[in-house]
């Protein structure tokens, strides 16, 4: 069945390929700083920056079936280095411009909806340099899990939690094939996760096929939170 998603973000990296998976079935809106490379019929753009606009004036449509919110941050530095701006300024992007954009996007969605959001792997598992980020994104998981108690059974609501992900915001810790490489060794899969892994995990938790699925913090890490093998 055809339906009506809305991307927040959209353009680059991780939110460009899920626009690009599901431009092959459904009404794509995107809302961000610039519309990216899709010309797609079904393909609507509107204009929108998260922590300056009202998302109240965005020109999406009543009767939304999905929802992903993709902005985010990585902000990797010892505590020690981190002033109080870093922890307010990554709070501000992952978690309160979602909150402010759910406000417009809750009440156009239709029964039987899905919102997806996205964390990290350092939530859940303490990694070195990621106190900021982490923080930030586990309000996200937090919030996602009483969203999704509160709305149930009318909406589903769950969260896709990466490792290091292959992404133009990643670059700076991927921009070699040293690094990549140093990288991909500490994942038990010997591997870096690409933009697409993480577009088809967000796709399957829209679609019919997660119906039971609600209130969950999806690991899509190459096992680096579950398997230590080395």
């Known amino acids: 069945m055809k339906k009506k998603i809305l991307v927040i973000g959209g353009s680059h990296g991780i939110g460009k390929e899920i626009v690009h998976l599901l431009q092959e079935d459904h009404e794509v809106y995107t809302a961000s700083r610039t519309p990216g490379e899709h010309q797609a019929n079904n393909f609507h753009h509107s204009t929108f920056d998260v922590l300056k606009d009202d998302a109240g004036k965005l020109d ?24 109080e701006e870093d922890f307010t300024d990554d709070m501000e992007l992952n978690f309160f411009a979602l909150v402010r954009v759910l406000r417009s996007v809750l009440p156009k969605m239709n029964t039987g909806g899905s919102l997806v959001f996205f964390s990290t792997v350092a939530t859940q598992t303490g ?4 106190t900021s980020v982490a923080a930030a994104k586990g309000a996200i998981e937090g919030f996602a899990r009483s969203l999704a108690a509160e709305y149930a059974p009318k909406l589903r609501v ?26 991909a060794e500490r994942h038990p899969l ?4 690409t933009a697409g892994d993480m577009a088809k995990i967000t796709t399957f938790l829209l679609s019919d096929d997660s119906q039971w699925i609600t209130g969950q913090v999806l ?10 093998i080395n």
């Open 158 to 183: 769950n969260v896709v939690a990466p490792s290091l992900t292959d992404t133009p915001l990643a670059e700076r810790l991927l921009n070699n094939n040293a690094k990549k490489e140093k990288m």
């Open 60 to 83: 999406i449509p009543d009767g939304l079936d999905g929802f992903v919110f993709c902005p985010g941050s990585i902000n990797l530095k010892p505590f020690k280095m981190l002033k």
């Open 190 to 193: 010997k591997s870096v996760g």
């Open 219 to 228: 690991k899509v890490d190459g096992g680096i939170s579950a398997l230590n």
């Open 127 to 130: 990694m070195p340099f990621h």
